[in-house]
């Protein structure tokens, strides 16, 4: 080993889903929404001046800040804007987590957060979930150095009521609680409204999956505005402009258009239903799904045979080779017509 490798910070990273290469396929495998952002984030596009972006961007974001406090009807102190809600936990994890005590999240989870933790060097403990899938809130009363979960669970999907989620931040006052709400549009009710009740709570929104704009990354945290300043002092140690100009102009005009938000979700929760009811014909199970995926096990092939066969036809879908998880396949909501092309390709395999 060289000297200098001795020093090296070595961690095992997340792994993202495959973003694969071509035209012809049917991509449900990262979790996108199959819709284009709304027609206003076009035309902005198209007005954006390049010669702008010789200069540095606004470090506060403060036009996306206020489009998010204007829709959310909270502070523009109370929001923190980030490159992707991953940027957002990465630099919550950084600013909130840093006490002896475990940070708590569960078995079955998004795996970003062990990745955290041992980037960050925090202790965690992982309760496990119960037999359905389901998170046990009664796991979360007992000592920790903060809390963090989505809701709904990826990559089970399964929502915990908000009743639920404020019991668990009722008995943590003493610890930051994120909710992380990747997925809370396609049909859960958010903790947003409980931020005014409890001051240790975050709650946390992409803009990746609702409102079809992965390819920006935009997340951003709402929360006490004792926390949001925490954030930012933090942010400002460490990197002053994580928001580039045209994701901030994008993401502010996003925003605006609450009728298309409010359309494309409700195709995609119309189409994720119905995927229900034609899944369960084709012989698979899945814990019930709110957000824009299913969590699927099938009653006679194995998970792997069935997404290796699918990636042969150019059909992608998600497969974590891990314990607990090796029979499932996590399928994303597409359009109509491309969950069309998996259900009849499985219907052929089957
Ligand atoms: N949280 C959860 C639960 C997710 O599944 C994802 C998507 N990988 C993220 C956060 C991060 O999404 P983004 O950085 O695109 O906002």
Redesign the pocket.
Known sequence: MRPWEENIRRVAPYV??EQPKGTDLVKLN??ENPYPPAPGVREALARMDWEKLRKYPDPSSAVLVQALSEYYQVGEDQVFPG???????AMAFMTFFNSKKPVLFPDI??S?YQVWADLFQVPYETPALDGDFRIRKEDYYRENGGIIF?NP???TGVLMPLDEIEDIIAHNQESVVII?E??IDFGGESALRLVEKYENLLV?Q????SRSM?GM???YAIGHKDLIKALNDVKYSYNSYTMNAPSLTLGAEAVRDDVYFKETLQKIVDTRERAKERLAALGFSFPDSMANFIFATHKEKKAEEIYLALRENNIFVRYFKKPGLDNYLRISIGTDEEMEKLYSFLKEIL
């Open positions: 993202p889903g990262t979790n490159v992707g809600s991953d940027d957002v936990i989870s998004y970003f989505p669970n990826a990559p992380d990747a997925y946390v992409t803009f990746s999956k992965a990354r935009i997340g």
